[in-house]
């Protein structure tokens, strides 16, 4: 019913910059809370940032003053733009989402298929 697809990763130089975003369709009557997580190999996926539907965000402090998340309600997307990345930054990223499909239904979290990013040193 709902789908998340993330875009944007890809492979850069330590110190370089990426951005990522995740676009929602299906049956949406409205959307929360959106976030991106990320999860390096053996280790726990984590939290990265937040967003709510009215724009406040929450940063993780690994990652905070580099990557900054926005959205575009309109759009249903939430973005990611990663400065200043470094190697430990290396890790599947996922976005997910707090959807709403009906006026009648709490939401439930969607997640993407996830978008690989490789910092080099």
């Known amino acids: 019913q709902v789908q998340l697809v993330e875009s944007g990763g890809g492979l850069v130089q330590a110190g370089g910059s990426l951005s990522l975003s995740c676009a929602a369709s299906?049956?949406?009557?409205?959307?929360?809370?959106m976030a991106w997580y990320r999860q390096a190999p053996g280790k726990q996926r984590e939290l990265v940032a937040t967003?709510?539907?009215?724009?406040?965000?929450n940063t993780a402090d690994s990652v905070k003053g580099r990557f900054t998340i926005s959205r575009d309600n309109a759009k249903n997307t939430v973005y990611l733009q990663m400065n200043t990345l470094k190697p430990e930054d290396t890790a599947v990223y996922f976005c997910?989402?707090?959807?709403?499909?009906?006026?009648?239904?709490?939401?439930?979290?969607?997640w993407g298929q996830g978008t690989q990013v490789t910092v080099s040193s």
């Open positions: 967003i709510t539907n009215g724009g406040s965000t």
């Open positions: 997910k989402a707090a959807v709403r499909t009906t006026i009648f239904r709490s939401s439930s979290d969607y």
């Open positions: 299906g049956t949406i009557f409205s959307i929360n809370t």
